[in-house]
Nanobody, 120 residues
């Protein structure tokens, strides 16, 4: 059983910062790709940023230069530092992870999501 737990969402003003965390727990041999996606009301879910176990990153164009994804492999935790937040970035932010389990199986799953609300 693998569990992803997010934290760090909240209500902020335009231009403020937030840091999201997502920790994976369970029978984890290695957390491979971990990332953040977001879904605003009435819109499709979109990629925000992903990071591999080796530290390679990929960002949505809209967040480049403002958001930073990082991870602590020892803790199976991924972070998303969000700076200069905009009202249009109000959304539920969800963690996604691809994990190799000790039994050799591969888990791909989502956390429950954390709400980020940016007020203008």
């Amino acid at each position: 059983q693998i569990h992803l737990a997010e934290s760090g969402g909240g209500f902020v003003q335009e231009g403020d910062s937030l840091r999201l965390s997502c920790s994976a727990s369970g029978s984890i041999f290695r957390a491979n790709v971990m990332g953040w996606y977001r879904q605003a009301r009435g819109k499709e879910r979109e990629l925000v940023a992903v990071i591999t176990s080796g530290g390679s990153t990929n960002y949505a164009d809209s967040v480049k230069g403002r958001f930073t994804i990082s991870r602590d492999n020892a803790k199976n935790t991924v972070y998303l530092q969000m700076n200069s937040l905009k009202p249009e970035e109000t959304a539920v932010y969800c963690c996604n992870a691809v994990i190799t389990k000790y039994n050799g199986g591969v888990y791909t799953g989502w956390g429950q999501g954390t709400q980020v609300t940016v007020s203008s």
